[in-house]
């Protein structure tokens, strides 16, 4: 069975986004690049909010996202990509399948389905209403060093309290830092 893997970047004040959806923040380097190679070569799918992945397929699947990282978009275009909304009518970019009810029996379903992990980018509503329903197997958040100040926090509209606890973290030369954390029942 599949984990269900929440995969962010988030400041030092807790945002995952800035103002108008701004990721330029991202502080990424070769050695990042390298891990998100590993990480997308070693997962079974994609999550994705509305939101995330219409910004995911607005650049990934332009002439434009494979010119800047062909090796990560090739992957997020052949990777098979699940998009939780209840407004969107289709989906359109390759190997996409829209679930708009019985979202965590679906889910649920997917992750019985894959043998594989399957990772959730962005989509800070979609995790605050996965809390919800414990489907969520682990977090890996890559903390950047620096402060938006204004922003999307990552786990608004959360209101169950989730305890974790860390099992790996790792430090990039770049000084980023990634927590990886898995929920406890009631520590």
């Known amino acids: 069975m599949a984990k269900l893997i929440v995969f962010n970047f988030i400041t030092l004040d807790g945002f ?5 959806h701004d990721i330029s923040w991202h502080n990424v380097d070769e050695e990042f690049n390298q891990y ?18 219409q910004l995911m397929a607005s650049y990934w699947s332009t002439k ?33 399948k829209l679930i708009k009810e019985n979202i965590a029996d679906e889910i649920q379903k997917l992750k019985n389905h894959w043998d594989k992990d399957l ?8 995790i605050s209403s996965l809390i919800e329903t414990d489907l969520i197997d682990e977090f890996r958040i890559m903390v950047n ?21 860390l099992i790996k973290t790792r430090s990039f ?14 520590k």
């Not at 922003?151 to 309290?161: D, H, M, V």
């Open 16 to 20: 995952f986004e800035g103002l108008n």
């Open 36 to 53: 998100a190679i590993e990480n997308l070569n070693s997962i079974g799918g994609l999550l994705f909010g509305r939101i995330t992945y």
């Open 64 to 96: 434009q996202g494979a010119e800047d990282d062909p090796l990560v978009a090739a992957k997020m275009n052949s990777l098979p990509k699940y998009v939780i909304s209840k407004t969107l009518d289709k989906v359109e970019w390759n190997n996409s």
């Open 119 to 126: 990772n959730i980018f962005g989509s800070g509503k979609l």
């Open 145 to 165: 060093p620096v402060i938006l100040g204004k922003g999307a926090p990552l786990f608004a509209n959360k209101n169950k309290k989730l305890n974790l606890e």
């Open 173 to 186: 030369k770049n000084g980023n830092i990634l927590l990886c954390y898995k929920p406890t029942a009631g």
